[in-house]
């Protein structure tokens, strides 16, 4: 497919709409491949994942579950999004952590490291969409307690959740964005 069509059929595939058939290991492997190769400026590379399958996943929704009921104060607490957390880890096939190893030397700003990131996370979109596998990034409160769940690397942290899996429904390809006119200035 040419990559603007590619760019204009991306779209976030929820959770819930993912059914039970399994992502092969080597399709995973290719979306990380592919997520190897965004920009980074002085090859800093700061991608780091981390892939959950399996009971890692049941683990990750009972640690977000659990995470949620500790910092949410009881009037703010809601059941729905508690039992949600839980269910968005049970039905992903695969579960990514996007986590961010910055620089020790700081040579670049942090917001480069993050940028890097987050272009190695779109070539992952793109790679699932050109597969034809689910995929949605999710960044909740609830990340800046992953260090509780795993070791990280001194400079590392996690920026977000990105859940894979294949799904049996269409998904709408109608988009809401404005006309790129609206947001450009051309300057001779």
């Keep these: 497919m040419k990559i603007n069509d590619i760019i204009k059929k991306r779209r976030s595939v929820f959770p ?8 092969s290991e080597a399709l995973i492997k290719t979306v990380l491949e592919n997520a190897n190769w965004a920009p980074t400026h002085r090859l800093t590379e700061p991608w780091r994942f981390k892939v959950l399958r399996g009971g890692a996943k049941d683990r990750l929704g009972t640690f977000l579950s659990n995470t ?3 910092i949410t104060p009881d009037a703010s607490f809601s059941p729905f999004k508690h039992k949600k957390i839980i269910n968005n880890c ?3 096939n695969v ?3 996007i986590c961010m190893q910055r620089d020790l030397e700081e040579r670049i700003p942090e917001w480069e490291e993050i940028a890097s990131t987050a272009m190695a996370v779109q070539n992952m979109w793109l790679t ?3 597969y034809g596998v689910g995929s949605y990034w999710s960044s909740p409160k609830l990340i800046e307690y992953m260090g509780d769940f795993l070791e990280f690397e001194e400079g ?3 920026l977000g959740i990105f859940y894979m899996g294949n799904y049996d429904a269409e ?7 404005e006309s790129i006119a609206n947001k450009v200035k051309w300057l001779d």
Excluded: G, W
Excluded at 16 to 23: A, K, L, M, S, V
């Design 16 to 23: 819930p709409q993912y059914n039970d058939t399994p992502i």
């Design 68 to 70: 949620y009921t500790d």
């Design 90 to 92: 049970k039905s992903a």
């Design 95 to 97: 579960i990514i952590l």
């Design 128 to 130: 699932c969409s050109e």
């Design 156 to 158: 590392e942290r996690c």
């Design 171 to 177: 998904v709408e390809l109608d988009s809401k964005r």
